[in-house]
Nanobody, 119 residues
Framework: QVQLVESGGGLVQAGGSLKLSCAAS????????MGWYRQVLGKQRELVAT???????NYADSVKGRFTMSRDNGKNTLYLQMNSLKPEDTAAYYC?????????????WGQGTQVTVSS
């Protein structure tokens, strides 16, 4: 069973920075896609950024130029560096790992870490 454990959330003022980490129980290079999503209570979970196993990354327009995702295969850890944070970035952030196998898609989620940006 895959386990994903996020850390690094917290309270920060607008304009500040935070770095989220997602430690995976398996090799991060073994997943077809990994990424970060966020969710505000009462709203749908939305994509923040994803990266494929061959290194192709994708960012939501709302975070482009401010957030940077990286992956350390040796530590089996995915990171999200968040700069120039805005109050609208406030949400619970979730790590996702996706694996494709025999025509099926398997999604694994972490428990989430709260990010709160004060104005």
């Amino acid at each position: 069973q895959v386990q994903l454990v996020e850390s690094g959330g917290g309270l920060v003022q607008a304009g500040g920075s935070l770095k989220l980490s997602c430690a995976a129980s398996g090799r991060v290079s073994s997943f077809n896609v990994m990424g970060w999503y966020r969710q505000v209570l009462g709203k749908q979970r939305e994509l923040v950024a994803t990266i494929t196993s061959d290194g192709m990354s994708n960012y939501a327009d709302s975070v482009k130029g401010r957030f940077t995702m990286s992956r350390d295969n040796g530590k089996n850890t995915l990171y999200l560096q968040m700069n120039s944070l805005k109050p609208e970035d406030t949400a619970a952030y979730y790590c996702n790992a996706r694996r494709y196998s025999l025509g099926r898609t398997y999604d694994f989620w972490g428990q989430g870490t709260q990010v709160t940006v004060s104005s």
